[in-house]
């Protein structure tokens, strides 16, 4: 079974740009969720989505916004780029309709400047 | 505010050492999961506890969750080069919204 794909693996944009993300889950997963990993804050929850709907949503800005489509694939948003976003965007698929046993792609990296 | 204390957050240790890295809370979780990140990937699923005092092995690792499920440990025997890596473990709020929270880390290497 292939794995949990992201793209594009790096990205640079400049400060008050947005940008899409792209995830597509395991064949067969319905649940997809979103994390940003930074040094300093380590790994935080930006939500999860299933069957199309955000059924968890963590603390981050509206600036940040997702959705997923019916076959599962999902897309994160970032409006207005600010240099703190600057960070390793992860996307976890899991089997059931939980966050449990989560299984990630390798990450987008995005460097705001 | 649900968090996940790690300990230590850095280790440093001879190929062939032993070592434990801790993973606390003052709250009570489902579940609790580890996994291993190396640089430039995504975190990969190593195990999940479920039960209190429950202990998993994997090969040179072994895992255990506490009787109160608010703790958990990871325990690598023998300790190899290729274990290094951030260790993480997540778990999954008992509270009414559903979160899921990552501990804040522990970064393994082992030297030759």
């Known amino acids: 079974k292939a794995g949990v794909t992201q793209t594009p693996r790096y990205l640079i944009k400049t400060r008050g740009q947005q940008v899409t993300l792209s995830c597509s889950p395991i064949?067969?997963?319905?649940?997809v969720s979103w994390y940003q990993q930074t040094p300093g804050q380590g790994l935080q929850f930006l939500f999860e989505?299933?069957?199309?709907?955000?059924?968890n949503k963590g603390n981050f800005p509206g600036r940040f916004s997702g959705r997923q489509f019916s076959n599962s694939r999902s897309e994160m948003n970032v409006s207005t780029l600010e240099l703190g976003d600057s960070a390793l965007y992860l996307c976890?698929?899991?089997?059931?309709?939980?966050?449990?046993?989560?299984?990630f792609g390798p990450g987008t990296r995005l460097t705001v400047t | 505010t649900q968090l996940l204390e790690q300990s230590p957050q850095f280790l440093s240790i001879q190929e062939g050492e032993n070592l434990t890295v801790y993973c606390n809370s003052s709250s009570v979780f489902s579940s609790l999961q580890w996994y291993r990140q190396e640089p430039g990937e995504g975190p990969v699923l190593l195990v999940t506890v479920v039960t209190g005092g429950e202990v998993k092995k994997l090969k040179r690792l072994t895992f255990q969750f506490g009787d109160a499920r608010k703790d958990s440990s990871l325990h690598i025997t023998a300790a190899q080069t290729g274990d290094t890596g951030l260790y993480l473990c997540a778990g999954a709020s008992t509270s009414g919204t559903y979160k899921y929270i990552f501990g804040t880390g522990t970064r393994l290497k082992v030297l030759a």
């Open positions: 989505y299933f069957s199309e709907t955000q059924r």
């Open positions: 064949s067969g997963h319905r649940s």
């Open positions: 976890a698929s899991s089997l059931i309709g939980s966050s449990y046993e989560q299984y």
